[in-house]
């Protein structure tokens, strides 16, 4: 199966209210995302990722009563491929003249041409006037993507392994639930394991602190990976490479 015909790089449902699936469906979904995120997949899909993230990011996010200071710092992180304009909860002009006094300061803030081309594609993008592609070359656009994933340092064995841990998530965050409603009963990892869940999955998740530590522990033994490798992947990554690189 060629690539263009494989299914999106997008992860299972997370466990939600109402989810009436069995833990042999949540299992088997989980499964079939294994298989076809292989390692090869996913290093082919990353610079298409890294792409649309560095494009299409907001450039302008709406302040958050105490959330400012961290936020600050998180775009200062993203800094210069890659980062946001904070608009405060008060400003003592309109919005659109605030915004075009916004784009002219950090312009001259940027330190070359691509970059700056960079910024006025993604600012015409969120004006709704043209895509960002209209407006880059697209050896400029690859050799940002490229310096935009060294400066994030991220390697398709990072993406892979977060991936992975990812797709996981939503089989251990069932048994977690079900170890929790069941507490009260004696030997609950038996009775958990009763309803159909993976005994190795639910004795790790009963005897870690963190659903996380279950997880990587669990693919570590699965996929022969070191589980200290898929946590230092995920803590680097995440939010995982599909949602916030």
């Known amino acids: 199966m060629t690539i263009s015909n494989r299914a999106e790089l997008t992860l299972p449902n997370r466990s939600r209210a109402g989810d009436v699936r069995t833990p042999q469906q949540v299992f088997d979904e989980c499964k079939k995302k294994e298989e076809e995120f292989s390692k090869s997949y996913v290093r082919s899909r990353l610079p298409r990722l890294l792409r649309e993230k560095l494009l299409r990011r907001p450039l302008f996010v709406d302040s958050v009563a105490g959330e400012y200071e961290p936020l600050r710092r998180k775009i200062e992180g993203r800094y210069p491929y890659d980062f946001s304009i904070i608009k405060p909860k008060h400003i003592s002009v309109p919005e659109a003249e605030w915004r075009r006094a916004q784009v002219s300061e950090h312009l001259k803030t940027l330190p070359d041409a691509a970059l700056r081309l960079l910024f006025i594609a993604r600012w ?3 004006e709704g006037i043209c895509t960002p592609e209209d407006v880059l070359p697209k050896d400029m656009l690859d050799s940002l993507v ?3 994933r060294k400066a994030r340092k991220i390697s398709p064995t ?3 392994h977060t991936v992975l841990v990812e797709n996981w998530l939503p089989y251990f965050e069932k048994i977690q639930g079900k170890l929790c409603e069941l507490a009260r009963l004696n030997r609950v990892r038996e009775e958990v394991q009763k309803l159909g869940y993976d005994p190795r999955a639910v004795d790790l ?4 602190h963190s659903i996380l530590e279950a997880v990587y522990k669990w693919l570590g033994e699965r996929k022969h ?7 230092n992947s995920f803590s680097h990554m995440k939010p995982h490479p599909l949602t916030d690189l």
């Open 225 to 231: 990976i070191d589980p200290r490798n898929l946590r």
């Open 205 to 208: 998740t009963h005897r870690k």
């Open 158 to 160: 990072l993406a892979y």
């Open 146 to 148: 490229e310096k935009f």
């Open 124 to 126: 015409l993008n969120e």
